[in-house]
């Protein structure tokens, strides 16, 4: 049987990071959850996720900062990161090499546009960087 | 010479001071050359006036001596005559004439050297040679003559009995004679010559002063009026160009621009001037031309009158046709009497612009507050649907469901705040902020919030703790206004503690016209850098670091609009990690109360 799949909620708003949290373990995913830039890094190097949700305004390291240094990270380098953004207009530089976002979608946003996109970039027969942990 | 500045600035190059200093320069040359010219021709005329003397006493003496010379023989003859006659009426005429020419000679001869008129004239000298002649050998004249004259007057003294060719005495006379002759001709000469000698040295003298008067005429010429017709030269060239200068610096200048006299009359117009408005309105009245008006308009610089040097800028309306012009005034000193420039800017197209903007704000702002406004009822309708399911009104709930509604209810209250904050902001930005002010008690602010906000800090593990200033004066405030500022201070101080405490203070500050509140925390402060940007509208928001508390960042914007509608102060000390205190003051006069 499949473990499940791992997926960090780098968000500092409790009411979106609850929601999110909520929706995603309804759908058998491993939720794990930090409220600030800092704490979401240093998570992501411990736990090593499937995809990584990152809001862009966070508080202690910009969201834009966290995703450069997770695109640097040898072992993260090919983690897929969906930002979350609460202006259209910061979507175009998220996405591309400077920053490296693999999606992005604006506040306010469905669950279900959310869980679209992590299918869609963590297909059901898992990353292949997965195997390893 | 400096071709550059001549090239950029025209202004004193003929400046009136430096006129001044060549002007001197060239008088003072006058002035030394009138001098030489005046000392030269005085010398001159001196020098003629001396030589017309000399002349005249060279004239006398060659006269006498010439005279005597003739006199000696006459002498001579007359005493043969006297000797060999035998009348004696004839005898007795030579004895008159004798006498008579004796005297005669020999007081010429006492005038030239002796006493009389001539020999006392300082100019008259008689020279080495003369004196030479007259006194000293071979000549003897002086001796020889006295001699001569004396053996006359022993003739004379002869009776007629004595009287005979043979007479020694008349011996003496005849032998005497030519050698009288002879040395009174040699005198005659030398007074000749010395008088040629003199005449020559006198024309000597003239020519010299001549020479030096030409050259002092030359020197006119060349030091006096060649530089000053170079100078009046290069003058004109200087002139000339900075009237070019001025010309196309008038022609180029792209504004309508005018003089006016006191009375408001146009006294000269520029090139673009008669380009727009024609040229033919020289003379007319400024405001009949502006704003076809019989009046003069009612802000004119003229009015006040003329203040030289200063600038009046004055925006107006329905100016030449209904256009918009911001025109500056500057008064000046035009063909000697008081004047106004008047510089024409065309702002019609600015102006319109702005008004539209301020349309646009305005449409905006009424647009914001509108749809805040609307916001409301949807709003209050969800808040109420989520209190209707979670007072259980409509059935049991879940504990997951009940988790969920507070969430929504947490953010519904969160959006009224922000929809607030965003109208309170919007009002006072139009000044559409109503304020009811009245005489209180800053402590009983304190108190309530204290009530509202102690519970939120020790829920948190803060101290809170309030300290109230005794007897402190009653300023003016609006109460409901004061409170919202004071809560929005606690909550960002408790907001930004994690440890240590929040406390409230109140004192009348140090001039004692005024009362203030602090309120201090132990939180993480405030960066230098971003200490600038605390009380800019959205500074909170742009940053995006504070969502957790649900605010806008218009806090403390609203805090400071409120409190400076108050007449107060708000500011805030600040260490980075160690704290912050945040103060507000009301003063005692309110400048609206």
Known sequence: MDAKKKVLVVEDDDSIRRIIEFCLSKRNFDVVTAADGLDGLSKARSINPDIIILDLMLPKMPGEEVCKQIRKDKQLGRVPVIMVTAKGSDADKVIGKVIGANHYIVKPFRVEELLENINRLVPADGASKRERS | ?593
């Open chain 2, 1 to 593: 010479m400096n071709n550059n500045r001549q090239v950029y600035d025209y202004t004193g190059l003929v400046a009136k001071e430096k006129l001044r200093g060549f002007g001197r320069r060239m008088a003072s040359r006058y002035i030394l050359a009138t001098l030489i010219l005046l000392v030269v021709l005085s010398l001159d005329y001196a020098v003629v006036r001396r030589s017309i003397r000399y002349r005249e006493l060279d004239a006398a003496a060659i006269d006498i001596t010439g005279r005597q010379r003739m006199l000696s023989q006459r002498i001579a003859l007359f005493s043969l005559r006297l000797a060999v006659t035998a009348q004696a009426d004839e005898r007795a005429r030579m004895r008159r004439e004798l006498s008579g020419i004796v005297k005669l000679m020999e007081g010429t001869h006492n005038q030239v050297f002796h006493t009389s008129e001539l020999a006392t004239k300082p100019q008259f000298k008689i020279s080495v040679a003369l004196k030479a002649i007259y006194y000293s050998a071979p000549a003897y004249l002086d001796k020889k003559l006295h001699g001569y004259f004396d053996n006359v007057r022993a003739l004379l003294d002869e009776p007629d009995s004595g009287l005979n060719p043979d007479n020694p005495v008349l011996r003496n006379i005849l032998s005497a004679a030519p050698d009288l002759l002879d040395g009174l001709d040699a005198a005659v000469k030398q007074f000749v010559s010395e008088s040629e000698q003199d005449i020559q040295k006198i024309k000597n003298t003239q020519l010299g002063l001549m020479i030096i008067n030409i050259l002092t005429l030359l020197s006119i010429a060349a030091f006096i009026l060649r530089p000053a017709m170079k100078r009046i030269q290069r003058d004109i060239e200087i002139l000339h160009q900075a009237n070019e200068f001025n010309e196309v610096l008038l022609k180029a200048i792209p504004f309508v621009m005018d003089i006016v006299d006191e009375q408001g009359n146009i006294i000269y117009v520029n090139e673009k001037f008669k380009q727009v408005l024609g040229s033919d309105l020289v003379g007319g009245k400024c405001h009949e031309l502006y704003k076809d008006d019989r009046k003069p308009c009612g802000n004119c610089p003229l009015v006040k009158g003329i203040e030289l040097g200063k600038v009046d800028t004055l925006e107006v309306e329905g100016v030449l046709g209904g256009r918009t012009f911001r025109i500056s005034h500057v008064g000046l000193v035009y063909q000697g009497s008081k004047a106004l420039l008047e510089i024409f800017e065309d702002i019609t197209e600015k102006a319109r612009a702005e008004k539209q903007l301020r349309e646009a704000i305005s449409i905006k702002s009424n647009f914001i507050s509108m749809v805040s406004h609307e916001l409301r009822t949807p709003l209050t309708a969800i808040k109420e649907g989520i209190a209707i399911v979670l007072d259980g009104a409509a059935g049991c709930t879940s504990p997951e469901q009940k988790e969920f509604l507070d969430i929504a209810k947490k953010n519904v209250e969160r959006l009224s705040r922000l929809i607030n904050d965003v109208l309170d902001y919007q009002k006072l930005d139009a000044g559409k902020m109503d304020f009811e002010m009245s005489e209180g008690d800053i402590n009983e602010v304190v108190k309530d919030v204290e009530k509202a906000m102690a519970t939120l800090a020790r829920n948190k593990g803060l101290d809170f703790t309030v300290e109230l200033g005794h007897g402190l004066p009653r300023p003016r405030f609006d109460s409901d206004k004061i409170t919202q500022v004071l809560m929005n201070l606690v909550n960002n101080a408790i907001k930004f503690t994690e440890t240590g405490f929040v406390k409230v203070m109140t004192f009348k500050n140090e001039a004692k016209d005024a009362v203030a509140v602090c309120v201090e925390d132990t939180g993480i402060g405030i960066r230098e850098e971003e200490a600038g940007k605390l009380f800019q509208s959205f500074g909170q928001l742009a940053k995006g670091g504070d969502r957790k508390s649900g605010s806008t960042g218009l806090g403390l914007v609203i805090s400071e609009r409120i409190i400076h509608h108050h007449g107060g102060r708000i500011w805030f000390e600040s260490e980075f990690g160690k704290g912050s205190t945040f103060c507000f003051s009301l003063p005692l006069k309110t400048p609206k109360a």
